[in-house]
T-cell receptor, first 113, second 113 residues
Framework: AQSVTQLDSQVPVFEEAPVELRCNYSSSVSVYLFWYVQYPNQGLQLLLKYLSGSTLVESINGFEAEFNKSQTSFHLRKPSVHISDTAEYFCAVKDTGGFKTIFGAGTRLFVKA | DVKVTQSSRYLVKRTGEKVFLECVQDMDHENMFWYRQDPGLGLRLIYFSYDVKMKEKGDIPEGYSVSREKKERFSLILESASTNQTSMYLC????????????FGNGTRLTVT
């Protein structure tokens, strides 16, 4: 069965510092990979996705993630965070033949001034 | 923009009550999903539906049922609410393609006392 491991439950970081949120998945089949973000008191929103092609994908607000098939990882990075990036981030995987999206436990990013 | 609307933001029910959580989407999506979100566990799939009147069990269906009589509406039913069903419930929808990401509602926080 597929599973997603987010290695850090909480990540505190100062404003304008770089950040990496780690995600590893286990799957024996081809997958699609996603990062979702949940701001306080809201539902989840898609941040970025990897479907095929270039292994580096970017979001409109400066986040990027790199698909590494050999390490089964899809880590999320941002070179300089803002206070407004404070949220919970979820890594998710979906096999290319199925309906179900499997989520990790989430990582809470706290950006401090 | 896709809009997924959950009928209640907060709900308080008593043990043993029958509880209905309603979800409506306005983008003609074929697929609809119910997840529950608990701290440290991420999102877990309860049920999903890929067409009207069709339903499939997710990973934690026990104690729940669903109804999809119209394409835009997907209801989650707790037949006899229990305290261990206190949680945040998230509804999501997606179009038919397997590569499609999920669009989430803002969630219903259910407390069972």
């Amino acid at each position: 069965a597929q599973s997603v491991t987010q290695l850090d439950s909480q990540v505190p970081v100062f404003e304008e510092a770089p950040v990496e949120l780690r995600c590893n998945y286990s799957s024996s089949v081809s997958v699609y990979l996603f990062w979702y973000v949940q701001y306080p008191n809201q539902g989840l929103q898609l941040l970025l996705k990897y479907l095929s092609g270039s292994t580096l994908v970017e979001s409109i607000n400066g986040f990027e993630a790199e698909f590494n098939k050999s390490q089964t990882s899809f880590h999320l990075r941002k070179p300089s965070v803002h206070i407004s990036d404070t949220a919970e981030y979820f890594c998710a995987v979906k096999d290319t033949g199925g309906f179900k999206t499997i989520f990790g436990a989430g990582t809470r990013l706290f950006v401090k001034a | 923009d896709v809009k997924v609307t959950q009928s209640s933001r907060y709900l308080v029910k008593r043990t043993g009550e029958k509880v209905f959580l309603e979800c409506v989407q306005d983008m003609d999506h074929e697929n609809m999903f119910w997840y529950r979100q608990d701290p440290g566990l991420g999102l877990r799939l309860i049920y999903f539906s890929y067409d009207v009147k069709m339903k499939e069990k997710g990973d934690i269906p026990e104690g729940y049922s669903v109804s999809r009589e119209k394409k835009e509406r997907f209801s989650l039913i707790l037949e006899s609410a229990s305290t261990n069903q206190t949680s945040m419930y998230l509804c999501a929808s997606s179009p038919r393609g397997v590569y499609s990401p999920l669009h989430f509602g803002n969630g219903t926080r259910l407390t069972v006392t």
